[in-house]
């Protein structure tokens, strides 16, 4: 089969009154990532090379996620909300070019995967006008309904324009439809608003393609893949859906969760096989975690890289820039922000080590901070391989300290320490004899005189 050329118009006009929010609906997040750029990614991953997002008057945030994530995406103003088809006919300057395919997606729809899509593609090729994807819901209301004669789709009805009959059919319209490119722009100026809402109905297109001769042809989903999100609940019930799904695609990948129902995946987190992550796990985006790394309970990282073999936690944050080296330990109440730890070094409890390099086998004592910030400027620590660094030591950035370098327990780093030299920064010891004891017999002495 040649290659067939394939348009997604992704509808994401709606104002998202219900979600109460400032933030356009399309751009809040599932998983890290706005449920449109879901949506761009399922049609990317379906191959439809060419991708239009339908915006409403003042679209500005919408294009601005888009000019970053997806910039190749088109941006279609519909000023005016009038409908689903007036919506989808504010990308025909690219209807126009008649592709082989036209796919109609929801931008609040952000579960629907690239297989369902590639079937929709597929009953094109095989010579569909026409693609309707419809679902079962638990409750059909306010969904247009499939009406089917002889087990052909024939046309939908939308919940206010249709018969008590025809509310009783609980094959539903899930919105997104394909189509075939040829003639559909005088399919879709053909459709009118003559209907209970006023408004052009993409939905109409059925009835219009099969007067013309077109084949119709309807494909069903699990209706877990179209839920729409209209409300921060639905927002939370499309995020538990796709966390189940990528968890159990993790584990099917080799990844061992002992209760999986409690770590939460970003949209980009790449976990090798035999890695482990133990309970109450959170990964913010951009986390690639290699082969054998063992993530303990509660444990929050973002933006981390994390070589084979690694040990994080319990209770470990890994901020953006971390690279953890092969076999390295940031152990229980250590915060690690844009600092590579090498190979095999350790920072096992309690520490802060912030815009810093820690050379490989080094060793970071318990309560070791980087000083980075001065308030206006942040400033690098830069930690050579084998160094030991006593416990609750202070290295106040800019610093180095060589490879092998020794800094005693408690010491306050403020200027560079040679490879292999002991650096002391902190006040000697004074030792008074039987002061203690002297101390005492005075306070207990004053006492006794006052009762
Ligand atoms: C639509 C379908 C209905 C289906 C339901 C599934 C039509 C006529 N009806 O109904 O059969 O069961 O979706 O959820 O298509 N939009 C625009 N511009 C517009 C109108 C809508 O961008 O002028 C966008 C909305 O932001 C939304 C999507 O299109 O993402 C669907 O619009 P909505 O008003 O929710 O349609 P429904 O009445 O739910
Ligand atoms: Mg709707």
Redesign the pocket.
Known sequence: MTERTALAVI????D?TRMRSALP?VLHPVAGLPMLGHVLGAAASAGIGRRAV?V?AGGAAVSAFLAKHAPDALVAE?V????????VLAAGALLAAEPDDVLVL????PLVTPETLSRMRAALAEGAAVVVLGFRPADPT???RLIEEDGRLVA?R?ERDATPAERAIGF????LMAFSGKGLLDLLRAISNDNA?G?F????AVELARARGGRVVALEAPAEE?L?V?TRVELAAVEAIWQSRARKAAMLAGVTMPAPETVFLAHDTRLDRDVLVEPNVVFGPGVSVAEGAVIHAFCHLEGATVEAGASIGPFARLRPGTRLGAGARAGNFVEVKNAEIGAGAKVNHLSYIGDAFVGAQANIGAGTITCNYDGFDKHRTTIGAGAFIGSNSALVAPVAIGDGGYVASGSVITENVDADALALGRASQVAKPGWAARFRARKRAERAGRG
């Open positions: 509808l994401a006009a709606g998202g609906k339908v409403g519909q005016e909300r009038r409908g689903t088809a007036h919506a929801y931008g609040d729809t306010g969904y247009g939908i939308e539903c319209n899930a919105g809402k408004e109905y993409l939905t109409d179209v729409g209209n």
